[in-house]
Each structure stands twice: as structure tokens, then as C-alpha cells.
């Protein structure tokens, strides 16, 4: 599978109201605690959860790593994509595993390596052929996410959706330039401790139209009139966020730990700029 090969289509329809969800990052249990508060059931005949309203799911990816159950994670949107029930768009994660599955030489590192550990697991639990199907599927979901999602009511653009970022121009195009800038955001080089200089691309931002990203946790979810940031850094222990739309609400569900292994995360840092 190639890069190049079709990605699933840039608009989503969602007349019946839709949950935008920040960075899961393999916080399972957050995620289903957060999709229950939000009145989704699982509905036992499919395995699939489903709103009684017809509301739907929308992922702004980085699904997997850091967290302790990716897998799960993968499983949930490969069936609930497939149903029509979710979408998820394209990531800086989703796009190393994707690649990694794909058997292109990549270095798990970030988190990244616990899935490979996941699914060494699953394998020794459920075999070769079950495991097989897994990375295929995970594989294919990952692999053809749309780089950005304009979201739809009544065919009306209700929202942008994007993981890190996006230009104006990019809205509503596909290309590799986009796919990049939408998995990393506006990326100037690499600071002294290694972490990447990201530039505020939200500035740029000129559309009256609402562009609802994550990517760069913070602590509380970020509004300007037209963008809003909802990862809210679950896997640091803070908080997973949905948006919804049309209400224009948020509402979240508190991480149950920290799971990152990490002291310095990107939550204690904004803290510790706050006070300072
Ligand atoms: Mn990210």
C-alpha cells in the first residue's frame, strides 16, 4: 500500500449532529467513559455503539501510542468507520504506524513502540491470523485517513476538523504538502531539547468557519473566535474532550493517570509558564 493510493473522502455528513474527539492516544477506557456521557450505547447485536439521536464520531487521530490500549483504539474505528457510525483523519501517530505496518523502515519511538508491543501481545493471545487481520485493517484505516475533514449538515460546511493544523487554501484539497502540514502543523525546525518549534498557523486563519484541532495539548480547551484546540492531554493525565455540534458544547471525562511515564509533560509546562 502506498501513500499515494486514495484516501477516504474530505467531507463528512453528519446531519444529526456530530462528536468531535480530541488525542486519545490509547486511553480506551476514557474514550468509551467519554462516549457513554455523550449517549452512546453498544448496541450488543453489531458490537457497535450507537446514538439513539444518529449523532456521530469524529476523531481528530492520534488514536494510538503513549497510552495503554492502542489496539482497542484501532479495532473501534476500523468497525465504526467501516459502519458509517465514525471518521478519523490523519496524524502524525497514525502516520508512523502506518507506515510501520506497512513494513517501510521506521523508528518507534514517542509512544510509538508500545503498539508494536500491543500487538505482539495480541498476537500470543489470539494467533497469527487474527493478529494479521488486525495490522491489515489497522493498516488500511490508518493509511487512506483524509488529510482534514470538512464536516457537513444539510450540505452546508459546518466545521473544519484537522490534527495539528491547516492553511485556508489547503480547505477542501488533498496533496502531500497537505497531508504533512495537517499531521505536523507548521513545523520550524527542531529546538536545543529536541522538541519541534511549532508556529502558531492559527493566525493565518482568515475563513469564517471553525477549524476544531488538537495535536499540541493544553490544559483547557483554546478558543479563538474561529479555532479551538481540544486535546486536552488525556495520555499526560489531564482530560479527553468532545465538541459538539450543533449544541456548541464541550464536554470531557478527567484521565484516570497519568500514563505517559513522563514528569515534564506538555500540561506541566503550560502550568509552570502560567506561574512564572
Ligand atoms: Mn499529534
Known sequence: MKQEEARRELYFHADFG???IGDIHGCYEEFIELIEKLGYRLEPESQLYKHPEGRKILSLGDITSR????LPMLSFFIRHVKAG????IESNHGWKIARWLDGRRVTLAHGDELVEAEFLQYEQI???RKANKLRYDSLELLMTAPSHIILLDKGEQALIAVHAG???SYIGKESHAILNFCRYGDVDGMAADGRPIRKDWTVQHELPILIVWGHDPRVEPERNPYTLNIDQGCVFGGKLTAYRYPEDELVSVVAKKNYSGKTDTPLTRELQRNQT
Do not use: N, Y
Open 166 to 168: 491547516i492553511k485556508d
Open 85 to 88: 457510525l465514525a471518521e478519523m
Open 67 to 70: 497510552g495503554p490500549e492502542s
Open 126 to 128: 489470539h494467533g497469527k
Open 18 to 20: 456530530v462528536d468531535v
